[in-house]
């Protein structure tokens, strides 16, 4: 009887036993296990902090970073897509994978993160003020024209638009004397350009620094001076910072037939918001340009 009883317990033990242990049970204590730890704050605080000692763009993942072309772009994006939790492990595992494949597509590449590169910003002077009066359809034609007479000339010398922003673009060169001569057959082909009695005139800035890249944009301190180097253009013309001009050699500038007259600063103008105090600026003429001017002068 005592046996019996005994056998009866085990039996009970065992079936307890194998209860507690069942498939359905450990799959349910993991999945629970998972979700919690996918949320967990410091877990996901120590994957942020890892992140930011591997290789790579520690932000990588979010909209600046992922937009634009390539593998791991494209793959974070659909990642955000499929992921779409922002506060979880398994999205903070995901980036610093792509953050890895990305930086490793950089090295082997051969691309410098932040390459020199020459910045040009252009607009159109009193373009505000006319399009007020011409209205939006006169307007919308006229940036029609100005943009199938100025950007084939950019984009033949090699330059990349960036972006185009209402009546200006900002673009992006390799070498600045590529970019100057490109400049200048811009110039020269908006000269065609007229609407409803309005001949547009460009004013350019260009400067020549290490911005940063972030996808498809180009940001930080020397794509503000650009902006700000342009704004000096009150007029129009081109103006380029001495970052610049110290890279293109007096023979290139004298083929190009392009003189270079530094602006001077005003004693009691008031500091320049966005250019640092030593950096040159330049007005560039066309020796054209300034024998016009002195014929003007004389007959004044």
Do not use: C
């Amino acid at each position: 009887m005592d046996v019996g009883h005994r056998d009866s317990e085990s039996g009970e033990s065992e079936e307890a036993l194998t209860t507690l242990a069942s498939p359905d049970e450990r799959r349910r204590s993991i999945a629970q296990w998972l979700r919690t730890t996918n949320r967990s704050p410091n877990v996901i605080a120590f994957l942020r902090r890892t992140r930011r000692l591997l290789p790579g763009d520690p932000e990588f993942g979010d909209p600046l970073s992922t937009a634009g072309d390539g593998g791991p772009r494209a793959a974070a994006r659909a990642a955000d897509r499929l992921l779409g939790d922002r506060d979880a492990a398994s999205r903070e595992v995901s980036l610093g994978v792509l953050q890895l494949w990305q930086a490793l597509t950089e090295t082997v590449s051969r691309r410098p993160a932040n390459p020199e590169v020459t910045l040009v910003f252009t607009d159109l002077v009193g373009f505000s003020t006319w399009s007020l009066h011409a209205g939006d359809e006169a307007a919308l034609t006229l940036l029609r024209q100005v943009a199938r007479a100025v950007e084939p000339p950019l984009l033949d010398a090699g330059g990349h638009i960036v972006k185009r922003m209402g009546d200006g673009i900002m673009a992006v060169f390799r070498d600045p004397t590529v970019a100057l001569g490109a400049v200048l057959a811009a110039e020269e082909a908006l000269k065609s350009v007229e609407v409803a009695g309005y001949k547009p005139r460009m004013r350019v800035g260009i400067h020549t620094g290490r911005p940063r890249r972030m996808a498809a944009d180009w940001l930080g301190v020397d794509v503000n001076i650009a902006a700000r180097v342009m704004e000096r253009a009150t007029k129009g013309g081109i103006m380029v910072s001495s970052s610049t001009l110290d890279l293109i050699p007096q023979t290139e500038l004298d083929a190009l037939g392009i003189v270079a007259k530094r602006v001077r600063k005003y004693v009691f103008a008031g500091k320049s918001a966005g250019i640092p105090a030593d950096l040159g600026i330049y007005r560039l003429k066309t020796l054209r340009e300034l024998t016009a001017f002195d014929h003007t002068s004389e007959t004044n």
